[in-house]
T-cell receptor, first 112, second 111 residues
Framework: EAGVVQSPRYKIIEKKQPVAFWCNPISGHNTLYWYRQNLGQGPELLIRYENEEAVDDSQLPKDRFSAERLKGVDSTLKIQPAELGDSAVYLC??????????FGPGTRLTVL | RKEVEQDPGPFNVPEGATVAFNCTYSNSASQSFFWYRQDCRKEPKLLMSVYSSGNEDGRFTAQLNRASQYISLLIRDSKLSDSATYLCVVNRANQGGKLIFGQGTELSVKP
């Protein structure tokens, strides 16, 4: 069974540029999560989707971050404009209801 | 204060050693508890869930003390392949699977 797929794996951009990350969850998983992991820290939740509905976006910096999950499958996380402090690994995870969360390999973002 | 706090690392141990990781959590409403493992530049993967009665999986033993809000992970007979970062994770009650991660403790097992 295929795991959570993310792309790109690496992205280097200059500050103030936009960037987008894509996630394809495990087939059949209704719940999708976006996390951000800073160096030396554990992942922190940005947003959680149940199907196509964002049910917890309290930690998403809404001035520059946006996310969507059209049709309740794939999801895109966007940052516009990016700041130096956004450099981190962005992890997507999926689960079936509140079962085990499975993480994708992440997108490593470097903002110069 | 962070909601989940772990022993600062790194832990450097020889092969065959026994090593213990400690973790405390501040939210008494936390419902479920886990240890995740994260290899360098890889994603976190579930190592084991932690139950009040304590649970064991081969060389790994996890324990939970709800009264003290304390979680532990014991690794016996360490292998080189155990080298990784171990993340203590709690799931808040009634928040639909929201995981709160500790900062992780790095383990390096040397020959």
């Amino acid at each position: 069974e295929a795991g959570v797929v993310q792309s790109p794996r690496y992205k280097i951009i200059e500050k103030k540029q936009p960037v987008a990350f894509w996630c394809n969850p495990i087939s059949g998983h209704n719940t999708l999560y976006w996390y951000r992991q800073n160096l030396g820290q554990g992942p922190e939740l940005l947003i959680r989707y149940e199907n196509e509905e964002a049910v917890d976006d309290s930690q998403l910096p809404k001035d520059r971050f946006s996310a969507e999950r059209l049709k309740g499958v794939d999801s895109t996380l966007k940052i516009q404009p990016a700041e130096l402090g956004d450099s981190a690994v962005y992890l997507c995870a999926s689960s079936s209801r509140e079962d085990t969360q499975y993480f994708g390999p992440g997108t490593r973002l470097t903002v110069l | 204060r962070k909601e989940v706090e772990q022993d600062p690392g790194p832990f450097n141990v020889p092969e065959g050693a026994t090593v213990a990781f400690n973790c405390t959590y501040s939210n008494s409403a936390s419902q479920s508890f886990f240890w995740y493992r994260q290899d360098c530049r890889k994603e976190p993967k579930l190592l084991m869930s932690v139950y009040s009665s304590g649970n064991e999986d081969g060389r790994f033993t996890a324990q939970l003390n709800r009264a003290s809000q304390y979680i532990s992970l014991l690794i016996r007979d360490s292998k080189l392949s155990d080298s990784a970062t171990y993340l203590c994770v709690v799931n808040r009650a009634n928040q639909g699977g929201k995981l709160i991660f500790g900062q992780g403790t790095e383990l390096s097992v040397k020959p």
